[in-house]
């Protein structure tokens, strides 16, 4: 193996990451309910429209490409826990940039599946939590898909995080199923089915919480509560998509890992 690759004193605990999880899920489950004020308005991100010739992109495709390239100029992607959606060639920070700790292993930090995430997002998950139609708001849509987009990606790639302190609290449970590429065996070993259940249960009940149509008229009925997004339907996008997403981020790191 090689000298010292990665900052093993950095302090990282899988407490702290999933703290940082929990946290996450706030600006998830927020993400998703701004972006249910609109329809689908699948235009924006299915039909190449733009008035340029040469220019086949979407306009959500073009937003997001113009938008990477700003932030990453002002350092966005230098935060090992960014990952952009477009950009190959990540034009340097015009700003001094902030020095963040090596934590990742650095084979392994690259890993990005967010043109998985793109497809998954535009074609399985916006179809069931928004309004079908069109109301023509593209500009909008777009920022708010960008919302969206930017917090569920940095939620499944904080998986490396999380494959990275795993590995490092029980290496030679990892190291051979990494060595025989055995990718079952590895999502065995990161998989905690009582953790996943609690984050399911928690987003249903944030989306709840943040969701509500508030009133303030006394004597309303409680079991008539409104919700701008299904609460359950967040659990279930937890469930089905991002949580297993995650863990795919978590393996493919792994299999890298050793490197
Ligand atoms: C993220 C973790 O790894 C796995 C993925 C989880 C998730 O995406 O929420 C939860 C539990 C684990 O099965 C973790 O252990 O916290």
């Known amino acids: 193996m090689s000298s010292v690759v990665v900052e093993s004193d950095v302090q ?8 940082s999880l929990v946290r ?20 924006a991100f299915e039909e190449p429209r733009c008035l340029d010739s040469g220019n086949s992109s979407s306009l959500t495709e073009f937003f ?8 990453a100029k002002v350092g966005r992607y230098d935060n090992p826990e ?29 890993v990005n599946i967010n043109k998985r995430l793109w497809d998954v997002y535009f074609k399985e998950l916006l179809p069931l939590f928004v309004k079908p ?28 995080f999380v494959a990275e302190v795993k590995f490092r609290d029980a290496p030679h449970d990892y190291e051979p199923a990494i060595r025989s590429k055995d990718t079952e065996a590895l999502m065995k070993l990161l998989t905690f089915e009582k953790v996943e259940e609690m984050v399911k249960k ?16 006394s004597g309303d009925d409680e079991s008539e509560k409104k919700y701008k997004v299904k ?3 967040v659990s279930r996008i937890y469930g089905e998509w991002l949580i297993p997403l995650t863990k795919d981020v978590e393996v493919e790191y792994l299999l890298r890992r050793l490197d």
Not at 64 to 71: D, N, S
Not at 133 to 160: E, F, M, P, V, W
Not at 202 to 217: H, N, P, S
């Open 231 to 233: 609460p359950s339907l």
């Open 12 to 19: 990282l605990s899988l407490d702290s990451i999933r703290e």
């Open 82 to 110: 960014e990952n952009p959606f477009f950009l190959d060639n990540i034009p340097h920070s015009i700003f001094p940039t902030h020095k963040y700790p090596q934590v990742l292993y650095p084979k392994a930090s690259s």
């Open 64 to 71: 997001v490409r113009e938008i990477e390239t700003i932030q």
């Open 133 to 160: 139609g069109d109301d023509g708001n593209y500009a909008s849509t777009a920022a708010s898909d960008l919302a969206c987009l930017q917090a569920i990606s940095r939620r499944i790639h904080y998986g490396k």
């Open 24 to 43: 996450q899920e706030d600006t998830v489950v927020f993400s998703l309910i701004e972006r249910a004020k609109f329809p689908l308005n699948s235009p």
């Open 202 to 217: 928690r987003v249903e009940k944030k989306a709840e919480t943040f969701g509500q149509e508030v009133k303030c008229v």
